[in-house]
């Protein structure tokens, strides 16, 4: 009898790195080859946002909860601005992370469509917690990302016409 999962094993996502001081684009890259036992070798172009910063991006494919493993593996470098998705798959929300220096790592479950989803439980908890509107909403818009989404955007732009590099992840 053949055993059905209801659980994608594996979904693809994207990692943005949008600004790296070129001291630490080599580590960035050995960060991702060892997250994802796959040799990393980013085309990295200048960030047009922040002069002298560096600004690469990767399209990747591994198991459901590689986006949280290398947003841990990116982290540790403060000075990085960096976004990482990972799509939703059958039976898995997809997720988003975006660090910011300053602000720190951010993460919230994403929907099919790329919309940030707040989860019923979290909605009742941040309305008991806050007392008048001005609270919740200060409290939604934190769950939203809404900061790291300001911080972010002038980078994001910075990236019209950069090359894309894949990566796989083996599985197996």
């Given at each position: 009898m053949r055993t059905l999962?209801?659980?994608?094993?594996?979904?693809?996502?994207?990692?943005?790195?949008h600004s790296s001081p070129t001291a630490l684009c080599p580590h960035v890259e050995w960060a991702l080859s060892s997250t994802l036992d796959a040799r990393a070798n980013l085309k990295w172009s200048a960030q047009?946002?922040?002069?002298?910063l560096q600004r690469a991006t990767v399209d990747w494919t591994g198991p459901v909860g590689t986006g949280s493993r290398?947003?841990?593996?990116?982290?540790e470098w403060s000075a990085l601005r960096f976004e990482i998705t990972e799509n939703a798959s059958d039976?898995?929300?997809?997720?988003?992370?975006s660090h910011v220096p300053g602000l720190g790592l951010w993460r919230g479950?994403?929907?099919?469509?790329?919309?940030v989803v707040?989860?019923?439980?979290?909605?009742?908890?941040?309305?008991?917690?806050q007392p008048d509107s001005a609270g919740l909403a200060g409290r939604l818009d934190a769950a939203l990302g809404t900061a790291w989404d300001e911080a972010l955007e002038?980078?994001?732009?910075?990236?019209?016409?950069?090359?894309v590099t894949w990566l796989h992840q083996r599985v197996g």
């Open positions: 999962s209801q659980f994608a094993d594996l979904t693809t996502g994207v990692v943005y790195i047009d946002a922040a002069p002298g290398l947003a841990n593996a990116l982290r039976g898995v929300d997809g997720e988003r992370f479950s994403m929907s099919a469509n790329g919309d707040i989860g019923e439980l979290q909605l009742r908890s941040l309305m008991d917690s002038a980078f994001r732009m910075g990236g019209a016409g950069a090359e």
